[in-house]
């Protein structure tokens, strides 16, 4: 039920912290990362080669972070596929590849036909899936569920936190196992503050974000810029706001904007940019403050995400959304959580429903 909340989506947005908290219980041994559920998997880990990643919408923007942080950790190639195109093409795959797919329901069917096919090409196959007992964790060989709770507006948020989480758990589990990863504890740390930094978030962003979402109702088009692990969530950002608020929206590598998509800048264009922390790596951060440069200089209206203390974004901003410092892969957790209020907030102003987009079902079973 609802509660006191004016939707399931406001009420989902605002559970994350137990979201995140609740799929990360019981997988944390000392300063480790454990999944019991992947006793016995060692050997499996050992011997991969590649990792593909198949999911759907939602589901497949936390994959692109997952690709980032098992690469880094685990230090296996990972690809990440749209279920309905890995599916009808004739991708190389062999008893070296692990395909591990996502999903909320568990259910899409363009999900499941991947699975099945994987599995039929002789892949192990891992499920990340957020409902117990669903079809696809049953047609895998393993599962790795996300405790995030039912999951009810169409527009996925804490499922999405909940997604990244495990994929985070897994690439330190297979780091440990692989010898990638010798000690974890900076990132065990990371993962058990999640939960308060995210809730620092939607208690200091809630008001201003939304208020930001009033004055844009009239808004015909967004774009969202992100670099390394911020480019998932600027189109996780994008997706979120076509989808419940009918808005026009496109998310981009930043790096890609002087590839074509600056044409798109002209004055008065509202563009978000998620900027990474400079603590990462200063010249990654460098890079996305010039863009910032770039697009300013041609009218955009500039609205960043950056950590607390970035003062560099400040003389090119129209509006600075602030996020807790954190690791570079736990920074995605955090910096959606605007991105999500903005789309609900702006979907509200348009007086629109916003847990029952038109044309949308929360599971899509049917290819
Ligand atoms: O249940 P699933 O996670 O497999 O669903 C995948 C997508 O259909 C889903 O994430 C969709 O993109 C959401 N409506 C996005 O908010």
Redesign the pocket.
Known sequence: EKGGWSSFMAKEVAEQPEAVANTIRGRIQGDQVVIPELDGMDELFLGINRIIIT?????AYSALVGKYAIEQWARIPVDVELAHEFRYRDPVIGDDTLVVS????G??MD?LMAVKYASERGARTLSICNTQGATIPRESDAVVYTHAGPEVA???TK?FSAQITALLLLGLHMGRVRGTVQDASVDVAELGALPEKIAKVLESEQEHVTQLAGWMADTRSVLFLGRHVGFPIALEGA??LK?ISYIHAEGFAAGELKHGPIALIEPGQPVFVLVPSPRHSALVHSKVVSNIQEIRARGARVIVVAEEGDAAVLPFADEVIRIPLAGAMFEPLLAVVPLQIFAMALATAKGLDVDQPRN?AK??TVE
Do not use: F
């Open positions: 999911a759907c919408g939602t589901a996502i999903s909320q329901s259910e899409t999900t169409v527009a996925s499922a997706l979120k989808e949308l599971s899509v």
